[in-house]
């Protein structure tokens, strides 16, 4: 079965500083990958998708990146971050027929 | 673009009640309807879903109905218990070029069961 690793588990930042975000998954080869960003008390808004390695599809303008230097891993980064970056960030790829599974996501505070 | 609208953004029900919470969607050519259960602090995870050759799925206390042409769908909760107090969201997988397999999310339901 399907596994996904997120960390860290939680992180504090001060503006301007840089993000590194880290997904894993095990029991899957292959696997299209996303990344979510959920702000409190909000929905589940898409920012990048990979369908394999070194494939990024970027689906919101803004001052983040994501890389994914092995199959499966996917790594989320900002150069600086800003106050609105905050938010929970979830990571999740295809189980099944098509369902969306999601890991247990990173939150971040950026203060 | 590719939109999914959602209603109503809180409910709250007395226990035992049902819950019922509505979807419409615009890509006609969405054929996957998936919804997730999210509880504080937690990830979403799926709990139905429903495809476009089906008008209506249940799964115990749950169940989803879908009218393609009228580009809604709906999840229906009876019985309603505490525990699913959460927020819930719809979700549409438009058409998928290279296997992408990309959702649109609704906005999320938040659910609240009194006792």
């Known amino acids: 079965s399907q596994t996904i690793h997120q960390w860290p588990a939680t992180l504090v930042q001060p503006v301007g500083s840089p993000l590194s975000l880290e997904c894993t998954v095990e029991?899957?080869?292959?696997?299209?990958l996303y990344w979510y960003r959920q702000a409190a008390g909000r929905g589940l808004q898409l920012l990048f998708y990979s369908v394999g390695i070194g494939q990024i599809s970027s689906e919101v303008p803004q001052n983040l990146s994501a890389s994914r230097p092995q199959d499966r891993q996917f790594i989320l980064s900002s150069k600086k971050l800003l106050l609105s970056d905050s938010g929970f960030y979830l990571c999740?790829?295809?189980?099944?027929?098509?369902?969306?599974?999601f890991g247990p996501g990173t939150r971040l505070t950026v203060l | 673009g590719e939109n999914v609208e959602q209603h109503p953004s809180t409910l709250s029900v007395q226990e035992g009640d049902s819950a019922v919470i509505k979807c419409t969607y615009s890509?006609?050519?969405?054929?996957?309807f998936p919804w997730y259960k999210q509880e504080l602090g937690k990830r979403p995870q799926l709990i139905i879903d429903?495809?476009?050759?089906?008008g209506e799925k249940k799964d115990q206390r749950i169940a989803v109905t879908l009218n393609k042409t009228a580009k809604h769908f709906s999840l229906h909760i009876t019985e309603t218990q505490p525990e699913d107090s959460a927020v819930y969201f719809c979700?549409?997988?438009?058409?998928?070029?290279?296997?992408?397999?990309?959702?649109?999310f609704g906005t999320g339901t938040r659910l609240k069961v009194l006792a």
């Open positions: 999740a790829t295809l189980r099944g027929y098509n369902e969306q599974f």
């Open positions: 029991g899957t080869s292959n696997p299209n």
């Open positions: 890509d006609s050519a969405s054929n996957y």
């Open positions: 979700a549409a997988s438009p058409s998928t070029t290279s296997g992408t397999y990309k959702y649109i």
């Open positions: 429903i495809r476009s050759n089906v």
